[in-house]
């Protein structure tokens, strides 16, 4: 049975002991893909594939905190090129991944969005790198 996660799953940096939030998250996502290789002969009269190279992207909107250590991170890793370790999902009752995906990343883009009478909203797109780790584990 489906079970309602969207306001539970969060997108946390991480230094590889601790994990913290976002602050102002208001949206996430996580898109994982597969290249297709096709590998159809002439025998066959239907197309067949292999699945190729893996990777993957996350997008999240955020307010704006110019305070939020998490979100200096991510600006300084844009500016850097340097990769953050991140963990997009829900967190088990001692603090480490319970319920989603770890992964390395780097920034893709960070853009702000001026809106009159709101808040300051940042959209930060990351390019995963390298493997991504699920939890619980897949068999």
Same mark, same amino acid.
């Given at each position: 049975?489906?079970?309602?996660?969207?306001?539970?799953?969060?997108?946390?940096?991480?230094?590889?002991?601790?994990?913290?939030?976002?602050?102002?998250?208001?949206?996430? #996502?996580? @898109?994982?893909?597969?290249?297709?290789?096709?590998? $159809?002969?002439?025998? *066959? &009269?239907?197309? %067949?594939?292999?699945?190729?190279?893996?990777?993957?992207?996350?997008?999240?909107?955020?307010?704006?905190?110019?305070?939020?250590?998490?979100q200096?991170?991510?600006?300084?890793?844009?500016?850097?090129?340097?990769?953050?370790?991140?963990?997009?999902?829900?967190?088990? #009752?001692? @603090?480490?991944?319970a319920?989603?995906?770890?992964? $390395?990343?780097?920034? *893709? &883009?960070?853009? %702000?969005?001026?809106?009159?009478?709101?808040?300051?909203?940042r959209?930060?797109?990351?390019?995963?790198?390298?493997?991504?780790?699920?939890?619980?584990?897949?068999?």
């Amino acid at each position: 049975m489906a079970k309602s996660l969207g306001n539970t799953r969060k997108l946390y940096l991480t230094t590889g002991t601790t994990y913290n939030a976002l602050t102002g998250e208001t949206t996430s #996502s996580i @898109n994982l893909s597969a290249d297709m290789i096709e590998v $159809s002969d002439k025998s *066959a &009269s239907w197309k %067949e594939y292999l699945a190729g190279y893996k990777g993957g992207t996350v997008d999240a909107t955020i307010f704006a905190d110019e305070t939020d250590e998490q979100q200096k991170t991510l600006l300084e890793a844009l500016h850097n090129g340097t990769e953050v370790k991140c963990f997009l999902g829900n967190l088990g #009752s001692n @603090n480490t991944p319970a319920e989603g995906d770890a992964f $390395s990343a780097l920034v *893709a &883009s960070i853009g %702000e969005t001026y809106d009159t009478g709101s808040a300051i909203a940042r959209n930060i797109s990351l390019q995963i790198t390298g493997e991504v780790t699920h939890y619980p584990a897949l068999s």
